[in-house]
């Protein structure tokens, strides 16, 4: 079983950055689609970005595109989200999870572990 834990959430003012890691334990990830996803309050939760297991191939959901920068270091079991030029519309729980082995998924169901979520608030 793997665990996995967010951290580099905060406030932040629209048109600032912050860049969100997730650490993988208990197993590695290194083989696996890693993504990010987010809730916001009275929202479900939605597909941000997916990366594969070698970082060749990385999926954006549309309003995140050419803002967001999903990346992985395999070596440190670890994945980021570079979040640049944010909108208080990205205010939201941010989540990362573990998707399929060796295939590239961006599908919520595919996805079978998850960190406990880390806050973004983004202010005007």
């Known amino acids: 079983q793997v665990q996995l834990v967010e951290s580099g959430g905060g406030l932040v003012q629209a048109g600032g950055s912050l860049r969100l890691s997730c650490a993988a334990s208990?197993?590695?990830?290194?083989?696996?689609?890693m993504g990010w996803f987010r809730q916001a309050p009275g929202k479900e939760r939605e597909f941000v970005a997916g990366?594969?297991?070698?970082?060749?191939?990385?999926e954006y959901t549309d309003s995140v595109k050419g803002r967001f920068t999903i990346f992985r270091d395999n070596a440190r079991n670890t994945v980021y989200l570079q979040m640049n030029s944010l909108k208080t519309e990205d205010t939201a729980v941010y989540y990362c999870?573990?998707?399929?082995?060796?295939?590239?998924?961006?599908?919520?169901?595919?996805?079978?572990?998850w960190g406990q979520g880390t806050q973004v608030t983004v202010s005007s």
């Open positions: 990366i594969n297991w070698n970082g060749v191939r990385a």
């Open positions: 999870a573990r998707g399929r082995r060796l295939l590239f998924t961006t599908t919520v169901s595919d996805y079978d572990s």
């Open positions: 208990g197993n590695t990830v290194s083989m696996y689609t």
